[in-house]
């Protein structure tokens, strides 16, 4: 896929395909693009990938991104492809079509596995939702059909990991004794929390940076930002952060914070009506929705090593639920926990918090698409 037509007829297959769907948020165009494009994104700096589409005639029935993230390759000792920004019909040979399009792919680049949906890594959103249908997503999740699952299935692919996300409101006895356990580890631990400081916005992204590769580091499929990626994450983020919801624990001592979240407002409920679309008018329908979104998405979190295990995590979920219930929030959701994650799952579920969606990320041997 080479052509700017091919571009946008990749863009334009998905508002076709979700047309009558009430639940999809429509990512903004600008945003797709970009994925698409060398030149803008970062990811490219280090990595390499080929979109295809799948034609009937005149007629586009599906379209996929294949890529070889070389940092993952060379951090995790694998020889692995990725696939995402996956769209097709509900038919069982488009699906098939274009896995083993990918497949193909992977083979011609030397790899010897094929795994996704990343969009484009697990720095981004990935998965293919499996349960929790009749909800749009939270910003930044992703979202398909349920038939999805069937036909990424019936094409070669296997379940590899499942990603949970937890729904949560505030449970009085939970939060009533985080609050006072949260007090005594402030007290005894010398520790503090504060919010993101926009006015030393690149010092506070470069703290961030430093906690967020310490602290992910042992987890399944992660990947170190690079700078590039990095900063290009924060400048996109921060027309949309809010100080109090993106908090960093600092200790006595220690020249770096120990730990930082960021939870965003659920923008997709402002973004829903868009169609992707913010200009000429849909920023000022966005600027309207804004004031009335009632939900928050904790999408990150990390604790330093050597100050895990202390409650510091507990505390900063239960600070941003306390932050978001001053705001107006009413509901928010903890995405993505890896299912196998036991750790975190029994911090947030002591809170009260419950899986209600389920994401799969697939994956084969390219080996079994080359017979």
């Known amino acids: 896929m080479r052509s700017r037509h091919e571009r946008k007829a990749f863009v334009n297959l998905a508002y076709r395909l979700y047309a009558d769907d009430p639940h999809w948020v429509a990512p903004l165009v600008g945003d797709v693009l ?207 952060l809010v100080p109090d919801m993106a908090l960093f624990v600092e200790k006595e001592g220690e020249s770096l914070p120990v730990a930082f979240s960021l939870s965003l407002p659920d923008y997709n409920q402002a973004l829903i009506s868009l169609r992707g679309r913010l200009f000429p008018f849909g920023i000022f329908k966005f600027l309207l929705k804004r004031g009335k979104i009632d939900a928050v998405r904790v999408l990150t979190l990390g604790v330093r090593k050597g100050f895990r295990g202390l409650g510091i995590d507990g505390l900063l979920i239960h600070k941003t639920v306390e932050n978001g219930l001053a705001r107006g929030y009413v509901h928010g959701e903890l995405s993505w926990i890896l299912e196998e994650n036991e750790s975190v799952r029994r911090v947030v579920e002591k809170m009260g918090a419950k899986v209600y969606k389920k994401y799969a990320i697939w994956e084969a041997a390219v080996e079994d698409f080359a017979r």
Request: charged content about 30%; aromatic content about 10%; proline content about 5%.
């Open 34 to 240: 970009e994925k698409l494009d060398p030149r803008r994104h970062p990811f490219y700096t280090h990595s390499k990938a080929e979109a295809f589409l799948a034609r009937e005639g005149d007629r586009i029935v599906g379209r996929v991104v294949a890529l070889v993230n070389e940092e993952h390759n060379k951090i995790h000792g694998e020889k692995t492809a990725g696939f995402g920004l996956i769209e097709f019909e509900q038919r069982d040979a488009v699906a098939q079509s274009l896995i083993a399009a990918c497949a193909r792919w992977a083979r011609d680049e030397g790899m010897e596995i094929l795994r996704g949906p990343f969009n484009l890594s697990t720095n981004e959103d990935c998965g293919t939702l499996i349960d929790g249908f009749g909800l749009p997503p939270a910003v930044m999740m992703p979202y398909n059909p349920p038939w999805h699952a069937t036909l990424l299935t019936a094409a070669g692919l296997r379940q590899a990991k499942t990603l949970l996300a937890y729904s949560i409101e505030e449970d009085s006895d939970s939060f009533d004794r985080l609050r006072k356990l949260g007090g005594r580890l402030l007290e005894r631990g010398g520790l503090s929390i504060r919010p993101f400081d926009k006015r030393r916005f690149d010092e506070e992204v470069a703290c961030t940076r430093a906690i967020y590769n310490d602290a992910w580091e042992a987890n399944w499929g992660f990947v170190p930002m690079t700078d590039e990626e990095f900063e290009w994450q924060a400048r996109k983020l921060k027309p949309v």
